[in-house]
Protein backbone atom coordinates (compact mmCIF):
# COMPACT_ATOMS: atom_id res chain seq x y z
CA UNK A 1 0.00 0.00 0.00
CA UNK A 2 0.63 3.60 -0.31
CA UNK A 3 1.59 5.93 1.93
CA UNK A 4 1.94 9.84 0.39
CA UNK A 5 3.87 12.46 1.55
CA UNK A 6 2.71 16.35 0.74
CA UNK A 7 5.39 17.85 -0.11
CA UNK A 8 8.30 17.48 3.33
CA UNK A 9 10.83 19.06 4.88
CA UNK A 10 14.36 19.67 3.15
CA UNK A 11 15.89 16.16 5.04
CA UNK A 12 14.77 13.33 6.49
CA UNK A 13 13.10 11.54 3.41
CA UNK A 14 15.70 9.14 3.62
CA UNK A 15 14.79 8.18 6.90
CA UNK A 16 10.94 8.02 5.55
CA UNK A 17 11.36 5.80 2.85
CA UNK A 18 12.94 3.38 5.25
CA UNK A 19 9.86 3.72 8.26
CA UNK A 20 7.42 3.48 5.44
CA UNK A 21 8.84 0.05 3.90
CA UNK A 22 9.04 -1.20 8.15
CA UNK A 23 5.49 -0.84 8.20
CA UNK A 24 5.09 -2.60 5.08
CA UNK A 25 4.42 0.34 2.51
CA UNK A 26 5.79 2.31 0.32
CA UNK A 27 6.43 5.88 0.18
CA UNK A 28 5.54 8.49 -2.10
CA UNK A 29 6.51 11.95 -2.62
CA UNK A 30 3.72 14.53 -3.86
CA UNK A 31 6.41 17.98 -5.18
CA UNK A 32 6.35 20.88 -7.36
CA UNK A 33 9.58 21.24 -6.94
CA UNK A 34 12.44 18.80 -6.55
CA UNK A 35 15.13 20.46 -6.32
CA UNK A 36 14.09 21.32 -2.45
CA UNK A 37 15.07 17.46 -1.86
CA UNK A 38 17.97 17.32 -4.02
CA UNK A 39 20.12 16.01 -1.16
CA UNK A 40 17.98 13.60 -0.24
CA UNK A 41 17.24 12.09 -3.68
CA UNK A 42 20.45 11.80 -4.35
CA UNK A 43 21.47 9.31 -1.86
CA UNK A 44 18.07 7.72 -1.75
CA UNK A 45 18.34 4.73 -4.41
CA UNK A 46 16.69 5.53 -7.54
CA UNK A 47 13.42 2.75 -7.36
CA UNK A 48 13.54 3.47 -3.00
CA UNK A 49 10.81 6.26 -3.70
CA UNK A 50 8.12 7.27 -5.80
CA UNK A 51 7.73 11.06 -6.73
CA UNK A 52 4.79 12.33 -8.43
CA UNK A 53 5.14 15.82 -10.13
CA UNK A 54 1.85 18.38 -9.39
CA UNK A 55 1.42 21.54 -8.50
CA UNK A 56 1.18 21.07 -5.20
CA UNK A 57 -0.92 24.50 -4.26
CA UNK A 58 -3.33 23.53 -6.62
CA UNK A 59 -5.37 21.67 -4.34
CA UNK A 60 -7.74 19.90 -7.46
CA UNK A 61 -4.33 18.98 -9.51
CA UNK A 62 -3.30 17.30 -6.17
CA UNK A 63 -6.41 15.83 -5.30
CA UNK A 64 -6.28 13.63 -8.57
CA UNK A 65 -2.72 12.96 -7.87
CA UNK A 66 -3.85 11.08 -4.91
CA UNK A 67 -6.42 9.73 -6.09
CA UNK A 68 -4.62 7.78 -9.01
CA UNK A 69 -2.33 6.20 -6.07
CA UNK A 70 -2.78 2.76 -5.25
CA UNK A 71 -4.12 1.66 -2.28
CA UNK A 72 -3.52 4.86 -0.41
CA UNK A 73 -3.27 4.47 3.14
CA UNK A 74 -2.02 7.70 4.79
CA UNK A 75 -1.28 10.86 3.73
CA UNK A 76 1.04 12.72 5.71
CA UNK A 77 2.58 16.23 6.25
CA UNK A 78 6.12 17.92 7.76
CA UNK A 79 5.85 21.45 6.80
CA UNK A 80 3.88 24.63 7.74
CA UNK A 81 2.79 25.87 4.60
CA UNK A 82 0.89 22.82 3.07
CA UNK A 83 -0.31 21.24 6.70
CA UNK A 84 -4.16 22.39 6.13
CA UNK A 85 -4.21 21.10 3.06
CA UNK A 86 -2.74 18.39 3.87
CA UNK A 87 -5.50 18.09 6.88
CA UNK A 88 -8.27 18.75 4.63
CA UNK A 89 -7.72 16.17 1.65
CA UNK A 90 -6.95 13.29 4.47
CA UNK A 91 -10.42 13.89 5.84
CA UNK A 92 -11.53 14.16 2.20
CA UNK A 93 -10.35 10.81 1.84
CA UNK A 94 -11.60 9.35 4.77
CA UNK A 95 -7.78 9.02 5.96
CA UNK A 96 -6.67 8.96 9.67
CA UNK A 97 -5.48 12.84 9.80
CA UNK A 98 -5.37 15.57 12.34
CA UNK A 99 -8.88 17.84 13.33
CA UNK A 100 -8.71 20.17 9.98
CA UNK A 101 -9.78 23.38 12.18
CA UNK A 102 -6.90 22.17 14.69
CA UNK A 103 -4.66 22.60 12.06
CA UNK A 104 -6.15 25.90 10.73
CA UNK A 105 -5.42 27.40 14.32
CA UNK A 106 -2.11 26.38 15.10
CA UNK A 107 -1.24 28.36 11.32
CA UNK A 108 -2.30 31.44 12.76
CA UNK A 109 0.36 32.73 15.38
CA UNK A 110 -1.66 35.56 16.32
CA UNK A 111 -5.01 33.16 17.16
CA UNK A 112 -2.47 30.89 19.32
CA UNK A 113 -1.13 33.61 20.98
CA UNK A 114 -4.63 35.02 21.99
CA UNK A 115 -5.90 31.91 23.00
CA UNK A 116 -3.03 30.94 25.49
CA UNK A 117 -3.06 34.14 27.02
CA UNK A 118 -6.83 33.97 27.59
CA UNK A 119 -6.12 30.27 29.07
CA UNK A 120 -3.45 31.52 31.46
CA UNK A 121 -0.42 30.02 29.32
CA UNK A 122 0.86 33.16 28.48
CA UNK A 123 1.75 36.27 30.28
CA UNK A 124 1.91 38.45 26.96
CA UNK A 125 -1.00 38.57 24.76
CA UNK A 126 -1.03 40.02 20.67
CA UNK A 127 -2.51 42.65 18.80
CA UNK A 128 -3.33 42.40 14.87
CA UNK A 129 -1.80 45.65 13.20
CA UNK A 130 -1.81 47.19 10.06
CA UNK A 131 1.24 47.04 8.50
CA UNK A 132 1.60 50.74 8.47
CA UNK A 133 4.17 53.29 11.10
CA UNK A 134 0.58 54.64 12.14
CA UNK A 135 -0.25 51.58 13.77
CA UNK A 136 3.04 52.05 16.47
CA UNK A 137 0.69 53.84 18.74
CA UNK A 138 -1.70 50.66 19.17
CA UNK A 139 1.25 48.40 19.54
CA UNK A 140 2.71 50.42 22.66
CA UNK A 141 -0.62 50.47 24.08
CA UNK A 142 -1.03 46.82 23.70
CA UNK A 143 2.24 44.99 24.10
CA UNK A 144 4.35 47.70 24.79
CA UNK A 145 8.45 47.76 24.23
CA UNK A 146 10.42 46.21 23.08
CA UNK A 147 8.19 44.15 20.73
CA UNK A 148 7.88 41.84 18.08
CA UNK A 149 6.46 42.12 15.12
CA UNK A 150 5.37 38.79 13.11
CA UNK A 151 3.63 37.37 10.00
CA UNK A 152 0.72 35.10 11.86
CA UNK A 153 1.57 32.70 8.47
CA UNK A 154 4.96 32.94 8.56
CA UNK A 155 7.91 30.36 8.07
CA UNK A 156 11.18 29.89 8.28
CA UNK A 157 12.10 32.81 10.16
CA UNK A 158 10.75 35.22 7.38
CA UNK A 159 8.57 38.60 8.40
CA UNK A 160 10.03 38.72 11.63
CA UNK A 161 11.00 42.33 13.12
CA UNK A 162 12.29 43.39 16.62
CA UNK A 163 11.84 46.95 17.98
CA UNK A 164 13.50 48.21 20.93
CA UNK A 165 12.13 51.72 20.55
CA UNK A 166 10.22 53.81 18.62
CA UNK A 167 11.78 54.60 15.39
CA UNK A 168 12.99 51.15 14.71
CA UNK A 169 9.00 49.99 15.48
CA UNK A 170 8.11 52.51 12.92
CA UNK A 171 10.88 51.62 10.53
CA UNK A 172 9.71 47.82 11.03
CA UNK A 173 6.03 48.89 10.28
CA UNK A 174 7.02 50.44 7.16
CA UNK A 175 9.41 47.62 6.16
CA UNK A 176 6.25 45.37 6.76
CA UNK A 177 4.31 47.14 4.39
CA UNK A 178 6.25 46.58 1.71
CA UNK A 179 6.60 42.77 2.38
CA UNK A 180 3.72 40.07 0.72
CA UNK A 181 2.71 38.36 3.71
CA UNK A 182 1.42 35.00 3.68
CA UNK A 183 -1.34 36.09 6.77
CA UNK A 184 -2.04 39.15 8.73
CA UNK A 185 0.74 41.00 10.93
CA UNK A 186 0.36 41.05 14.67
CA UNK A 187 2.93 42.08 17.35
CA UNK A 188 3.49 40.31 20.95
CA UNK A 189 5.88 41.53 23.80
CA UNK A 190 9.37 40.73 23.12
CA UNK A 191 10.76 37.89 25.20
CA UNK A 192 13.84 38.22 27.14
CA UNK A 193 16.25 35.06 27.51
CA UNK A 194 17.85 31.70 25.78
CA UNK A 195 15.75 30.57 23.17
CA UNK A 196 14.80 26.60 22.93
CA UNK A 197 12.59 23.87 21.13
CA UNK A 198 10.70 21.42 22.90
CA UNK A 199 10.49 18.31 20.38
CA UNK A 200 7.58 16.15 21.24
CA UNK A 201 5.36 13.07 20.28
CA UNK A 202 1.46 13.21 21.49
CA UNK A 203 -1.22 10.54 21.28
CA UNK A 204 -4.40 10.29 22.40
CA UNK A 205 -3.94 13.57 24.64
CA UNK A 206 -0.69 12.28 26.19
CA UNK A 207 2.44 14.16 25.25
CA UNK A 208 5.94 13.11 25.83
CA UNK A 209 8.87 15.59 25.83
CA UNK A 210 11.54 13.37 23.30
CA UNK A 211 14.26 16.07 24.26
CA UNK A 212 14.75 19.92 24.31
CA UNK A 213 17.15 21.52 21.61
CA UNK A 214 19.07 24.64 22.25
CA UNK A 215 18.85 27.32 19.39
CA UNK A 216 20.82 30.44 18.66
CA UNK A 217 19.66 33.16 16.32
CA UNK A 218 21.24 36.48 14.59
CA UNK A 219 22.05 39.69 15.97
CA UNK A 220 19.91 42.36 14.64
CA UNK A 221 18.81 43.67 11.64
CA UNK A 222 19.01 39.73 10.11
CA UNK A 223 16.53 37.37 12.56
CA UNK A 224 17.19 34.09 11.75
CA UNK A 225 18.71 30.48 12.97
CA UNK A 226 22.12 29.94 13.59
CA UNK A 227 22.93 26.88 15.10
CA UNK A 228 20.86 24.39 17.39
CA UNK A 229 22.32 21.39 19.29
CA UNK A 230 20.46 18.62 20.88
CA UNK A 231 19.80 17.50 23.81
CA UNK A 232 20.08 19.89 26.01
CA UNK A 233 21.11 18.42 29.49
CA UNK A 234 18.67 20.03 31.73
CA UNK A 235 17.72 19.16 35.71
CA UNK A 236 15.07 16.53 36.06
CA UNK A 237 13.07 18.61 37.69
CA UNK A 238 13.49 21.24 35.04
CA UNK A 239 12.85 18.70 32.26
CA UNK A 240 9.56 17.37 34.07
CA UNK A 241 8.17 21.28 34.69
CA UNK A 242 8.60 21.79 30.44
CA UNK A 243 7.03 18.39 29.72
CA UNK A 244 4.17 19.67 31.85
CA UNK A 245 4.11 22.75 30.29
CA UNK A 246 3.79 22.04 26.87
CA UNK A 247 1.71 19.71 27.21
CA UNK A 248 -0.72 21.86 28.99
CA UNK A 249 0.24 24.02 25.70
CA UNK A 250 -0.23 21.96 23.20
CA UNK A 251 -3.61 20.26 24.77
CA UNK A 252 -5.01 24.13 24.90
CA UNK A 253 -4.52 24.01 21.18
CA UNK A 254 -6.36 20.56 20.23
CA UNK A 255 -2.85 19.23 19.47
CA UNK A 256 -3.54 15.48 20.52
CA UNK A 257 -1.41 13.40 17.97
CA UNK A 258 1.63 13.43 16.52
CA UNK A 259 5.14 15.58 16.50
CA UNK A 260 5.42 19.13 17.52
CA UNK A 261 8.05 21.38 17.52
CA UNK A 262 7.53 23.84 20.19
CA UNK A 263 9.70 27.11 20.24
CA UNK A 264 9.80 28.67 24.11
CA UNK A 265 12.14 31.56 25.84
CA UNK A 266 13.23 30.49 29.46
CA UNK A 267 11.98 33.76 30.89
CA UNK A 268 13.05 34.73 34.42
CA UNK A 269 9.48 34.02 35.32
CA UNK A 270 9.95 30.18 33.35
CA UNK A 271 8.90 29.27 29.83
CA UNK A 272 6.85 31.25 27.17
CA UNK A 273 5.66 30.04 24.05
CA UNK A 274 7.30 31.33 20.93
CA UNK A 275 5.37 29.16 18.11
CA UNK A 276 3.89 25.44 17.82
CA UNK A 277 4.70 23.99 15.01
CA UNK A 278 2.71 20.93 14.49
CA UNK A 279 5.84 18.40 12.89
CA UNK A 280 8.89 17.48 13.86
CA UNK A 281 11.49 20.18 13.76
CA UNK A 282 12.96 21.26 10.81
CA UNK A 283 16.85 21.64 9.45
CA UNK A 284 18.52 18.53 10.41
CA UNK A 285 16.21 18.07 14.16
CA UNK A 286 14.89 15.10 12.65
CA UNK A 287 18.46 13.65 11.92
CA UNK A 288 19.80 14.27 15.41
CA UNK A 289 16.81 12.70 17.04
CA UNK A 290 17.22 9.87 15.24
CA UNK A 291 20.89 9.87 16.11
CA UNK A 292 20.66 11.05 19.67
CA UNK A 293 17.86 8.60 20.47
CA UNK A 294 19.57 5.71 18.38
CA UNK A 295 16.17 4.67 16.65
CA UNK A 296 14.48 5.83 13.28
CA UNK A 297 11.85 8.76 15.02
CA UNK A 298 9.84 8.58 11.64
CA UNK A 299 8.72 4.79 12.75
CA UNK A 300 6.48 7.16 14.52
CA UNK A 301 5.53 9.70 12.31
CA UNK A 302 4.33 6.67 10.07
CA UNK A 303 2.51 4.26 12.64
CA UNK A 304 0.96 7.63 13.58
CA UNK A 305 -0.24 8.40 10.45
CA UNK A 306 -1.80 5.19 9.89
CA UNK A 307 -3.38 5.48 12.67
CA UNK A 308 -1.83 3.45 15.42
CA UNK A 309 -0.53 4.84 18.52
CA UNK A 310 3.34 5.34 18.22
CA UNK A 311 5.61 2.74 20.14
CA UNK A 312 7.81 5.44 20.11
CA UNK A 313 5.20 6.94 22.99
CA UNK A 314 6.09 3.88 25.09
CA UNK A 315 9.83 2.83 24.59
CA UNK A 316 13.03 3.88 27.24
CA UNK A 317 14.38 6.98 26.12
CA UNK A 318 17.89 6.85 26.81
CA UNK A 319 19.59 8.87 24.82
CA UNK A 320 21.98 6.34 24.17
CA UNK A 321 23.07 8.04 20.66
CA UNK A 322 26.02 10.54 21.04
CA UNK A 323 24.71 14.23 21.07
CA UNK A 324 24.76 16.23 18.15
CA UNK A 325 24.62 19.72 16.41
CA UNK A 326 24.37 21.77 13.46
CA UNK A 327 25.47 25.07 12.16
CA UNK A 328 23.46 26.51 9.14
CA UNK A 329 26.05 28.34 6.71
CA UNK A 330 24.82 31.58 5.39
CA UNK A 331 26.00 33.81 2.38
CA UNK A 332 26.92 37.25 3.24
CA UNK A 333 25.06 38.49 0.65
CA UNK A 334 22.56 38.18 -2.67
CA UNK A 335 23.48 36.84 -5.80
CA UNK A 336 24.71 33.38 -7.59
CA UNK A 337 26.10 30.62 -5.44
CA UNK A 338 29.31 29.88 -7.45
CA UNK A 339 30.38 26.90 -4.81
CA UNK A 340 31.81 26.79 -1.19
CA UNK A 341 35.72 27.19 0.15
CA UNK A 342 36.44 24.69 2.81
CA UNK A 343 34.51 21.62 2.59
CA UNK A 344 37.56 19.74 1.99
CA UNK A 345 38.73 20.58 5.64
CA UNK A 346 35.48 19.57 7.05
CA UNK A 347 37.14 15.42 7.87
CA UNK A 348 40.00 17.02 9.46
CA UNK A 349 37.70 18.57 12.37
CA UNK A 350 36.52 16.03 15.59
CA UNK A 351 32.45 14.94 15.61
CA UNK A 352 32.47 13.56 12.38
CA UNK A 353 31.87 16.82 10.59
CA UNK A 354 29.29 16.26 7.55
CA UNK A 355 27.94 18.52 5.45
CA UNK A 356 24.44 18.97 4.14
CA UNK A 357 23.83 21.29 1.38
CA UNK A 358 20.54 23.22 0.80
CA UNK A 359 21.78 25.32 -2.19
CA UNK A 360 23.60 24.33 -5.55
CA UNK A 361 26.47 25.88 -7.42
CA UNK A 362 23.75 28.26 -10.06
CA UNK A 363 20.99 29.33 -7.56
CA UNK A 364 20.18 32.56 -6.90
CA UNK A 365 19.81 33.90 -3.66
CA UNK A 366 17.73 36.87 -3.67
CA UNK A 367 17.59 37.11 0.34
CA UNK A 368 20.13 36.18 2.87
CA UNK A 369 18.53 37.78 6.08
CA UNK A 370 16.35 34.81 6.69
CA UNK A 371 16.45 30.92 6.10
CA UNK A 372 15.95 31.53 2.37
CA UNK A 373 20.08 32.44 2.44
CA UNK A 374 21.35 29.73 4.19
CA UNK A 375 23.49 27.45 1.29
CA UNK A 376 24.33 24.74 3.41
CA UNK A 377 24.37 22.86 7.10
CA UNK A 378 27.39 21.63 9.16
CA UNK A 379 25.92 18.53 11.37
CA UNK A 380 28.82 17.44 14.24
CA UNK A 381 28.65 14.82 17.35
CA UNK A 382 30.13 14.68 20.86
CA UNK A 383 29.70 13.68 24.43
CA UNK A 384 27.42 16.63 25.04
CA UNK A 385 25.44 18.59 23.05
CA UNK A 386 27.46 21.97 24.19
CA UNK A 387 31.07 19.94 23.08
CA UNK A 388 28.84 19.04 20.06
CA UNK A 389 27.96 22.55 19.67
CA UNK A 390 31.59 24.02 19.57
CA UNK A 391 33.00 20.99 17.34
CA UNK A 392 30.23 22.10 14.79
CA UNK A 393 31.09 26.31 14.62
CA UNK A 394 34.37 25.20 14.70
CA UNK A 395 34.20 23.62 11.77
CA UNK A 396 31.12 25.81 9.94
CA UNK A 397 33.44 28.73 10.13
CA UNK A 398 35.53 27.48 7.82
CA UNK A 399 33.22 26.69 5.13
CA UNK A 400 32.33 29.67 2.85
CA UNK A 401 29.99 30.14 0.42
CA UNK A 402 31.50 31.76 -2.97
CA UNK A 403 28.51 34.42 -4.66
CA UNK A 404 28.70 36.47 -7.82
CA UNK A 405 26.72 39.16 -8.74
CA UNK A 406 23.26 37.80 -10.24
CA UNK A 407 23.17 40.00 -13.69
CA UNK A 408 25.35 41.92 -15.88
Known sequence: MTI???????????RMVAAAADAGHRLCLLTADRSVYRHELATLPGDALTVIDVDTFDETATRRALAALPDLAALLNTTDTWSVPAADLAAEFGLPGPDPETVRLLRDKYRVR??????????????????RPDSAEDIRRAVGLPAVLKDSAGTSSRNVWIAHDEEALRGALADAGRQQLMGDLFAEAFLSGPLYSAETLSWDGTTRLLGVLSRQTSRQPAVREEAAAFPVALPQAESAAIERWVGDVLHATGHHSGFA?????????GPELVEINRRIGGALVGEVLCRSLGTNVYTAMMEEALGSRPRLMDAPLEHDGPAHAFVLVYADRPGVLEGWHGLEELAAFPGEARWYPTRAPGDVLPHVGDQRGCTGIVLAEAATAELAQHRAWSAAVRVWPVVTDDGP
Do not use: K
Open 261 to 269: HVEFVVTST
Open 4 to 14: AALESLSFGLG
Open 114 to 131: DLLHRRGLSRSGAVRVAP
